[in-house]
């Protein structure tokens, strides 16, 4: 089995690559979804979150907007934020891995691959990338996105260069669909390729 880390800065069209990966047949796991259904009603962070952060949750589970609030700008808080959910994720992630044992390729779409280390446990991995201009466009133009907002995760992540030059594959994503799935078929063609690409 090859493990694939799929990343990419906020705004680069990962999730369409991610789909996209899928829709071949690609056994996905997606980190950002693990961590909204852990974070849901009924999900397993949920009280852990609201002894770390009172009156962030309610009956639909964490408060996204007011735990993002109880977070901005502290970065103790928001280091035991990621102290709780990261390995809450590390475990969904191990339990994906065994159930899909059998895959050749599975991939892990993982937004801070290379931030929080998870580069380590792959064997390959892709890039999403798009110039800066059309990434800020797309972020801006999402509900409630505002640019501090926007700057303060930028700075949390990698570079786009530097993930690009580390990266053994490069999806760029401000060309027609159909050209970016069939880089994504390259990509999987050299996978499947002896030596994985």
Do not use: Y
Not at 93 to 104: E, I, M, S, T
């Amino acid at each position: 089995m090859i493990t694939v880390g799929l990343t990419g800065s906020i705004g680069m069209g990962k999730s369409t690559v991610a789909r996209m990966f899928a829709e071949e047949g690609v056994p996905l796991f997606d980190a950002d979804e693990t961590v909204h259904r852990l974070q849901g009603p009924g999900g397993a962070l949920v009280a852990a979150i609201e002894a770390a952060f009172p009156d962030t949750t309610g009956t639909e589970g964490v408060d996204r907007t007011a735990l993002r609030e109880a977070v901005f700008g502290d970065e103790a808080a928001f280091a035991r934020l990621e102290a709780l959910v990261h390995p809450a994720v590390a475990r969904e992630r191990d339990a994906f891995l065994a159930a899909n044992a059998d895959a050749p390729i599975v991939m892990l779409d993982v937004p801070l691959l290379f931030e929080a280390g998870g580069w380590a446990k792959v064997d390959r991995i892709v890039v999403v990338s798009a110039p800066a201009e059309v990434q800020r466009a797309r972020v801006l133009g999402r509900p409630g996105m505002t640019a501090d907002r926007f700057e303060s995760i930028l700075v949390r992540q990698l570079p786009d260069a530097e993930k690009r030059a580390r990266a053994d594959f490069v999806i760029t994503t401000d060309a027609p669909l159909e050209d970016t799935r069939a880089r994504v078929r390259e990509v999987l063609t050299c996978l499947a390729a002896p030596g994985g690409g």
